[in-house]
């Protein structure tokens, strides 16, 4: 899940332009689009998953089942309020910003980006069991960084060592 801005930042020139990709893409139904509406009056950007096309595209591509209609309006519907959403929002907005300079950067790259779901399935097995909420490599200047990233809210108690 991304927000406008997160989107404009990594892809186009400009927010404006990020939009009105982002309605047609929305009118295909190849993207799903919500806002929170704020008690103090408001609502929040708008955020954006991928929809039902866009998931049977990605299927067809990976040569997988696409997902059951229902079930996927049902999972998409219940974004809107999914508890860790702000914290989703802010391990993609850390990727996002390192996408974003690395577009202005020739020699700099995110070259790997894992989410908390793929980084589980890949190191949560035997002795291992690493769940950071991501997993990213960059490289700028010849030089390569791997690391995980925890993205503290503020919400978990800290262990006491």
């Known amino acids: 899940m991304l927000t406008t801005n997160q989107i404009a930042a990594i892809e186009f020139s400009s927010v404006r332009r990020a939009q009105d990709r982002l309605r047609q893409l929305r009118e295909l139904g190849v993207v799903f689009a919500f806002r929170d509406s704020y008690s103090t009056g408001g609502t929040s950007q708008t955020r954006y998953a991928l929809g039902y096309r866009g998931a049977r595209v990605i299927a067809a591509q990976r040569a997988e089942k696409p997902p059951v209609a229902g079930a996927y309006a049902e999972r998409l519907e219940r974004l809107g309020l999914w508890p860790k959403l702000a914290h989703q929002l802010g391990v993609n907005d850390f990727f996002c910003g390192l996408a974003a300079y690395a577009r202005t950067r020739p020699d700099a790259g995110l070259t790997q980006w894992w989410s908390e779901k793929v980084c ?27 690391f995980f990233l925890e993205h503290d809210t503020g919400t978990e108690r800290c262990p006491k060592w």
């Open 120 to 146: 589980t399935d890949f190191f949560w097995h035997g002795d291992i069991k690493l769940r950071p909420d991501a997993y990213g490599c960059w490289d700028e200047g010849g030089r390569r960084v791997r």
